[in-house]
């Protein structure tokens, strides 16, 4: 069932930016990062209530919320780019970006050594 949800979640997820993208190409891409990211967390802050959590410190939701300012600030590039790029070429960057930097602050500033297989 975990595998199953993984798959749509990933399946809506693309789907998701690959429309807003297409959307930034006609409304400015800050817009559709911000509408984007404002019904995100206020999905979140809907279901929140309902979502048993007896163990989030303070500390946990400032890192939270810091992600979420991370995440919106990277759809925001993310958009502008796709409004006048190539999807097959600012789309693959922004993943290996993505994908890359908390690694790489992980390992900077945190102490992460990841293992071999990563």
Do not use: C, K
Not at 78 to 93: A, D, E, I, K, T
């Amino acid at each position: 069932m975990g595998e199953l949800l993984a798959l749509l979640s990933a399946l809506l997820f693309g789907a998701t930016h690959f429309f807003n993208g297409l959307l930034a190409r006609r409304v400015h891409s800050t817009t559709v990062a911000l509408i984007g990211q404002v019904g995100g967390t206020v999905l979140a802050l809907a279901v929140a209530p309902f979502v048993a959590a007896p163990h989030v410190s303070g500390g946990a939701l400032g890192w939270g919320a810091l992600s979420g300012v991370g995440t919106g600030l990277g759809v925001a590039f993310l958009y502008r780019g796709m409004s006048g790029g190539h999807f097959s070429v600012v789309v693959p960057l922004s993943d290996v970006a993505a994908v890359a930097l908390p690694v790489l602050v992980g390992i900077t500033f945190l102490g992460d050594r990841p293992g071999m297989a990563a």
